[in-house]
């Protein structure tokens, strides 16, 4: 796993809400999320794997172990057919198989895998895909020795784009952590190529109509002792460059656009380019969230 000894410092930006009145002076603080301490060692009381766990699992969950998709989903494969055990095709709901029977995805075998988690600090000039026609340098080069599992990004970051990036074979969580509804937070430091306005600042804070769809704007604001065409703007949406296309909306370009926080994560002691496996406890606040 990658060693990292570099901190980065958090920013200081002076906080507008969807709903201030623009006459007023802002003075809330627009800051980093801190990570949380944790504690390490080993649980004294760990209870160890003995023979009596079970040797059986729904093929649901099999499927979803194999980071194909999540458990809903794989009900949906199952039902259409999708799967195979020992040669079989398999619709029954809640159906078990044996960990050693030989199960196959849309004639492809699978496998159980044990879930692992993959933060990465992007650099510019990688694409977010598996692979790429046109011989264009992926994230996946550079997560390649994170792990012997296959894994996946957690949607994406466009190639000018740097900052967080989760991976992992955790279908369901990835589902939970793409889904609107979750409201998962993500923050971006966007420089601009000329000062955003206070007027446009209001606007894009009180929330607006791009592309016949409202945008909601969590927080917008100009980062403390910078210019201010250096701006900080949270937001949960998923829409496919969303920040850049706001941005774009009133007039201005992003010139480089960096994700600082994703999903109560941080780039904290992790230098550009490289990665780093979540602790347990920062995998428990995922789920959890």
């Known amino acids: 796993m990658a060693t990292n000894k570099n901190s980065s410092r958090g920013r200081h930006a002076s906080s507008t809400s969807r709903n201030t009145n623009p006459k007023k002076q802002h003075k809330t603080s627009f800051q980093k999320a801190k990570p949380n301490r944790y504690r390490k060692g ?19 969950k099999f499927i979803a172990n194999s980071g194909i ?15 195979t055990v020992n040669g ?3 619709t029954e709901m809640g159906y078990k198989v044996q960990l050693n029977d030989e199960v196959r995805f849309d004639g492809t075998l699978i496998h159980p895998e044990a879930k692992q988690y993959i933060l990465l600090n992007k650099p510019k000039n990688y694409i977010t895909t598996m692979d790429d026609e046109r011989g264009r340098k992926t994230v996946m080069e550079l997560v390649a020795n994170a792990t012997k599992e296959r894994i996946y990004p957690v949607g994406r970051l466009d190639r000018n784009t740097t900052g967080l990036l989760l991976f992992t074979n955790d279908g369901e969580l990835a589902k939970k952590l793409t ?6 937070r ?5 420089s601009l190529d000329k000062k ?20 909601f704007v969590d927080n917008i604001s100009y980062i403390e002792n910078q210019p201010k065409t250096e701006i900080g703007i949270e937001i949960h949406s998923g829409r ?12 201005y370009k992003v010139v480089k656009l960096d994700r600082v926080v994703f999903a109560g994560l941080t780039k904290k002691n992790l ?14 606040n995922l789920k959890m969230a």
């Open 42 to 60: 080993i649980r004294k009381n760990t209870p160890q794997r003995n023979t009596e766990e079970p040797t059986e699992i729904r093929l649901n």
């Open 179 to 184: 889904h609107p509804k979750h409201s998962v």
């Open 186 to 190: 993500k923050l971006y430091h966007a």
């Open 196 to 215: 955003l306005s206070m007027k446009d600042l209001q606007k894009i804070a009180n929330n607006f109509t791009l592309e016949g769809r409202m945008v």
């Open 271 to 284: 230098p550009r380019g490289r990665w780093r496996a979540l602790t347990q406890q920062e995998i428990n």
């Open 240 to 251: 496919n460059r969303i920040v850049r296309k706001i941005f774009e909306h009133f007039g």
């Open 69 to 83: 998709c999540s458990r809903r989903e794989a009900d949906t494969y199952i039902k259409a057919g999708n799967a």
């Open 88 to 90: 079989k095709v398999i």
